[in-house]
């Protein structure tokens, strides 16, 4: 208890994660709001639509997440933790503890806020949460940030350099995981198993891709259930978490 | 009290500290001396437990670092003023520490106290200049009211003021019973602060003793004679096996190698008259300098530069 109020002290006495708190809010919100407005029968505005933006907020929340642990190495500062907490995994669990929570809180507020704010915008198309489906499509995406700093807390444990960790999320994130259908044949079917495409099947399974995340030809087969595909995206973040904690243990601080 | 047992680390190839064992002990300080690059920082980090050693072991009050439940409260260390968040206020940092802990905010404020911080607790460490960085890591150490403290290179790139501010804050500490161990690669610094030293080159020991004695051991005593007989008075000494050079200013004789009271006695048995006979102390740059030219990590090779001839 006494750790996670340690780690609550050392996240919000500075100025980062507010800014990237606001951002990851505003990004997700603002979207909507655009969409919202330039929606017409044509375009019709749908809940789902309505969470285009998730992705542009939790690679922002990944972002916090990441600096959150590279920091303290920049500055030194993990020393002084380590120092006053020599058994590394406890001080390193209570950050992945607020940090997750922190990124949930924001999940569902930027996305209850893009509905929101999109329903105001057109009050006259029915946006409703009538379905699972559409519980799924909004109330998911605070898992999804939750799971996603998980990651990104390990992957700023493993690389220790904010430059370093920063790209490496943002190149598997948007790069790397959409370039993979590039390989002929077996690209759209290791795509089916790559964490953020999962994690966006988790959100918007269960119905045609509405974005065309992927744009190629070939679509992506999915081979899990859309919470099956949350479960997935969570374990693998907790791996590299994981993964980060042992080495830390191991490494020389 | 601190105890290191064989302590070793090795990063690759390198080695850094080399079966290192030595003890501190309460109620003084402790200089822990070195040229640059001799391996005192990692020591100080493995007694932290944050670097992990490759062999050998160091126990504080009879315990691994890593075996102390809340260690703030037994060990208290500065080893880099640095080691702060830029954008976090003097008082946040100390705070966040403080809670680790379970030591009450309250003794935040009166360590801020107790260095001269209170009046910019609220600003960000950040914008410290290095006297104040170093005084907030001398907050940080002492916290939990510790009965073990390390500072490393507390003094460098200080002023005066600072340096005998911190110099008096040690000697402080140290008398109200506490372990005290202070690195430097001065030995000028040390004379003047610490009462017991462990010196260390290559990561090797070199020596422990008290300050006194190793400035004793290390440095070469002569005595400075001057005598209106001086041939008579030189031919005595030779005879009597010490080793006389001419100290060239005002025809004295420097003796090497006898004692005054000896040279003193001599002189009475032979009749010779004495104007001066004075011990010197070899300085003590000169006996670090003795003890440790073997084991420099980095040589400057300045001075063996040959001189060129300049063409006719």
């Not at chain 1, 607020?98 to 198309?125: N, Q």
């Not at chain 2, 609220?122 to 104040?132: C, D, E, P, T, V």
């Not at chain 2, 005593?221 to 006389?244: E, K, M």
């Not at chain 2, 001599?266 to 084991?295: C, D, I, N, W, Y």
């Amino acid at each position: 208890m006494t750790l996670l109020a340690v780690e609550r002290i050392k996240l919000f006495s500075t100025r980062s994660p507010w800014w990237c708190t606001l951002l990851a809010l505003a990004l997700p919100i603002g979207l909507a709001s655009i969409i919202a407005a330039n929606s017409n029968s044509d375009f019709p505005l749908t809940v789902s639509l309505t969470q285009t933006g998730y992705t542009f907020g939790l690679i922002v929340i990944m972002v916090l997440a990441a600096l959150a642990i590279t920091t303290e190495y920049r500055f030194g500062t993990i020393k002084s933790t380590f120092q006053a907490v020599p058994n590394r995994t406890a001080p390193l669990v209570a950050k992945a503890v607020v940090v997750t929570l922190l990124a949930g809180v924001v999940g569902e507020a930027a996305a209850f806020g893009a509905l929101g704010i999109s329903k105001l915008i057109k009050p006259d198309v029915a946006l409703t949460l009538s379905s699972s489906t559409e519980w799924r499509n909004v109330a998911g995406v605070g898992l999804v940030y939750a799971c996603g700093a998980l990651l990104a807390l390990g992957v700023g444990m493993l690389i220790r350099q904010t430059a370093g960790a920063v790209s490496i999320l943002l190149v598997w994130a948007l790069l790397a995981e959409n370039l993979v259908t590039l390989i002929p044949k077996i690209g759209v079917k290791i795509q089916a198993w790559l964490p953020f495409h999962v994690a966006d099947h988790f959100l918007n399974g269960g119905e045609p891709t509405p974005r065309g995340r992927d744009g190629g030809p070939a679509a992506v087969v999915y081979h899990l259930s859309p919470w099956g595909s949350l479960l997935y995206f969570a374990g693998v973040s907790l791996a590299v978490l994981i993964i980060g904690i042992v080495v830390t243990n191991k490494r020389d601080a | 009290m601190i105890e290191a047992v064989g302590l070793t680390k090795h990063y690759g190839k390198t080695v850094a500290v080399d079966n290192l064992s030595f003890t501190v002990r309460p109620g003084q300080v402790t200089g822990f001396l070195g040229p640059n690059g001799a391996g005192k920082s990692t020591t100080m980090r493995m007694i932290l437990g944050l670097d992990n050693p490759t062999g050998g072991q160091v126990l504080i009050d009879g315990k691994r670092y890593r075996q102390l439940h809340r260690p703030l409260r037994t060990v208290g260390a500065l080893l880099d003023a640095k080691w702060v968040h830029p954008n976090r206020s003097a008082r946040s940092h100390l705070r966040w520490m403080a809670r680790s802990n379970g030591i009450a905010d309250r003794r935040v404020d009166e360590v801020l106290e107790l260095v001269g911080l209170t009046a910019v607790a609220k600003r960000n460490a950040g914008g410290f200049s290095l006297g104040m960085s170093q005084r907030l890591g001398i907050a940080a150490a002492l916290l939990g009211d510790p009965s073990v403290l390390l500072f490393d290179e507390p003094v460098n790139g200080l002023d005066p003021e600072g340096i005998l501010w911190i110099r008096n804050f040690m000697h402080r500490l140290a008398a109200e019973g506490r372990t005290v161990l202070v690195s430097s690669h001065l030995l000028s610094e040390m004379a003047q602060t610490a009462q017991e030293l462990v010196v260390i080159g290559r990561g090797k020991l070199i020596s422990q003793s008290s300050t006194a004695e190793f400035i004793e051991q290390a440095s070469e005593n002569t005595v400075r004679v001057r005598s209106p007989q001086v041939d008579l008075l030189r031919a005595a000494l030779l005879g009597d096996g010490a080793t006389v050079t001419d100290d060239g200013v005002d025809g004295a004789l420097v003796v090497h190698g006898m004692e005054p009271a000896a040279i003193g006695e001599l002189a009475a048995a032979r009749g010779v008259t004495l104007h001066e006979l004075s011990p010197q102390r070899g300085s003590l740059e000169e006996a670090f300098m003795q003890l440790t030219k073997e084991s420099v990590e980095y040589h400057a090779h300045g001075d063996e530069v040959p001189v060129q001839d300049l063409p006719v």
